[in-house]
């Protein structure tokens, strides 16, 4: 009977859900008013589903929003059934906005490796595919030389114990995610991929880097 079942439980703790919504009805794709935060900072990374990604840095202080989206491909306004089709080329990434007199960029890097593997390719706990690759994107020649500095400093003190396969790429375009995509977590709380993958990869990161969070509900 377990052949039976496993397969069923796998498919439950996959970020896929493509097979719960069609695809001849896409959903829509949140629209952002940038001109609320003109005034704050943006950094941008990829490291597995977005939902967990997001719930990370939003409990981080100073961190004022976080938006899932797609970033890294080649594809024009992709939605995302096309990039679980690995064809875009593009992965579940994140937009941060932050307040750059709270919390610095470096801290965001550090987080990023903090909370994920940066040793696996193309896969993050239960999910595989290009589209879950770790990225860390960089918007200037400052933030590329801190992200290179980085690796480089956890590669010579092996602190993963395996290579660190992070692509790092300018960031070009970020698309935006359809709207059932944002705050996943918060909307979902009860699902089973956020139960069994998504809070025990938070509660992971909470004991590597409580100082950084905000004082918040129980997760």
Same mark, same amino acid.
């Given at each position: 009977?377990?052949?039976?079942?496993? /397969?069923?439980?796998?498919?439950?703790?996959?970020?896929?859900?493509?097979?719960?919504? %069609?695809? +001849?009805? /896409?959903? /829509?794709?949140?629209?952002? #008013?940038?001109? +609320?935060?003109?005034?704050?900072?943006? =950094? &941008?990374?990829?490291?597995?589903?977005?939902?967990?990604?997001?719930?990370?840095?939003?409990?981080?202080?100073?961190?004022?929003?976080?938006?899932?989206?797609?970033?890294?491909?080649?594809?024009? #306004? %992709?939605? &995302? $059934?096309?990039?679980?089709?690995?064809?875009?080329?593009?992965?579940?990434? *994140?937009? *941060?906005? &932050? +307040?750059?007199?709270?919390?610095?960029?470096?801290?965001?890097?550090?987080?990023?490796? +903090?909370?994920?593997?940066p040793t696996t390719p193309n896969r993050q706990g239960p999910d595989y595919g290009t589209q879950y690759r770790s990225?860390a994107f960089y918007s200037n020649d400052e933030e590329m030389k801190k992200i290179t500095n980085y690796i480089n400093?956890?590669?010579? #003190?092996?602190?993963?114990?395996?290579?660190?396969?992070?692509?790092?790429?300018? *960031?070009?375009?970020?698309?935006? =995610?359809?709207?059932?995509?944002?705050?996943?977590?918060?909307?979902?709380? $009860?699902?089973?991929?956020?139960?069994?993958?998504?809070?025990?990869?938070? #509660?992971?990161f909470k004991q590597k880097v409580s100082d950084y969070l905000k004082i918040k509900e129980d997760h």
């Open positions: 009977m377990k052949k039976y079942f496993l /397969p069923i439980f796998i498919f439950c703790l996959s970020c896929d859900i493509s097979s719960s919504r %069609p695809i +001849d009805n /896409p959903e /829509p794709i949140l629209v952002v #008013n940038n001109q +609320d935060y003109q005034s704050m900072s943006k =950094a &941008y990374f990829a490291s597995g589903c977005f939902w967990c990604v997001e719930t990370i840095y939003e409990s981080l202080e100073g961190v004022k929003e976080v938006y899932s989206g797609y970033a890294g491909g080649t594809t024009v #306004n %992709p939605n &995302y $059934y096309q990039v679980i089709s690995g064809k875009t080329g593009h992965a579940e990434a *994140i937009e *941060i906005i &932050y +307040d750059s007199t709270i919390i610095s960029y470096d801290t965001l890097l550090k987080v990023f490796f +903090d909370s994920h593997d990225i400093l956890l590669s010579t #003190n092996s602190i993963f114990g395996k290579n660190i396969i992070t692509q790092v790429e300018e *960031i070009d375009k970020f698309y935006y =995610a359809e709207e059932y995509h944002q705050d996943y977590e918060k909307k979902n709380p $009860y699902s089973p991929y956020i139960q069994n993958v998504s809070i025990p990869r938070f #509660n992971r």
